[in-house]
């Protein structure tokens, strides 16, 4: 089946690392993604890894998926306040060429 | 700005109307995809088309729902007889065949009163 799964809230202190955590159900998905999302805007692919990777990193980003785990992270460096959103991890399940997007974490940056 | 583009941004309607929704995707973009997304919760997938064909449609949400991308470009989304139900950001986005990147639109928020 299709579930994804995101722990709700995190908060971090500026200039700390964040990791944002993600479990999903289906083990032939093809990409996972991770998307931004600022208050009343749309969403921002931040990055994706393909499934037959082990890590992906893009300056601040970093992309950790353990495929036995089923488990996927984001980890960002040196988080700034303007990092504050929320953050949806998605599949391609199986086929399918849409995503499933689990229901967000939202990531508060303290001063 | 070559992104995704809706119109309208906002929408409010009375129960019972009809409402339809524009999307301009990318433009070399082939795939086009309706998501719906309620508070706190992540985009729910509604449909999909690859040029002008509408490949999955099973997701959507009532028969009140239809999308039509009639010459592979830009997309509608129409909701018949809006029931309060319907209040939602409805997103918009668009990708290049196996690409595997989407990229959103602004969404257009709908209130039904």
């Known amino acids: 089946g299709e579930d994804v799964e995101q722990s709700l809230f995190l908060s971090v202190r500026e200039g700390d690392s964040s990791v944002i955590n993600c479990t999903y159900t289906?083990?032939?998905?093809?990409?996972l993604y991770w998307y931004k999302q600022e208050p009343g805007a749309g969403l921002q692919l931040l990055t994706y890894?393909?499934?037959?990777?082990d890590m992906k990193q893009d300056q601040r980003l970093t992309v950790l998926l353990n495929k036995k785990d089923k488990h996927l992270s984001l980890r960002i460096a040196d988080t700034q306040t303007g990092d504050s959103a929320i953050y949806f991890c998605?599949?391609?399940?199986?086929?399918?060429?849409?995503?499933?997007f689990g229901s967000g974490t939202q990531l508060t940056v303290l001063p | 700005d070559t992104g995704v583009s809706q119109n309208p941004r906002h929408k409010i309607t009375k129960r019972g109307q009809n409402v339809t929704f524009r999307c301009d995707p990318i433009?070399?973009?082939?795939?086009l995809y309706w998501y719906r997304q309620t508070l706190g919760q992540g985009p729910e997938f509604l449909t999909y088309?690859?040029?002008?064909?509408?490949?999955?449609k099973s997701r959507l949400l009532s028969d009140r729902f239809s999308a039509e991308r009639p010459k592979g470009s830009f997309s509608t989304l129409e909701i018949q007889r809006t029931e309060q139900g319907d209040s939602a950001m409805y997103l918009c986005?668009?990708?290049?065949?196996?690409?595997?990147?989407?990229?959103f639109g602004q969404g257009t928020r709908l209130t039904v009163v």
């Open positions: 986005a668009s990708s290049l065949g196996g690409s595997g990147e989407a990229f």
């Open positions: 289906d083990s032939s998905s093809t990409y």
């Open positions: 890894i393909f499934s037959n990777m």
């Open positions: 998605a599949e391609t399940p199986g086929s399918a060429r849409q995503l499933t």
């Open positions: 433009s070399e973009h082939n795939r």
């Open positions: 088309f690859q040029n002008e064909a509408q490949l999955e």
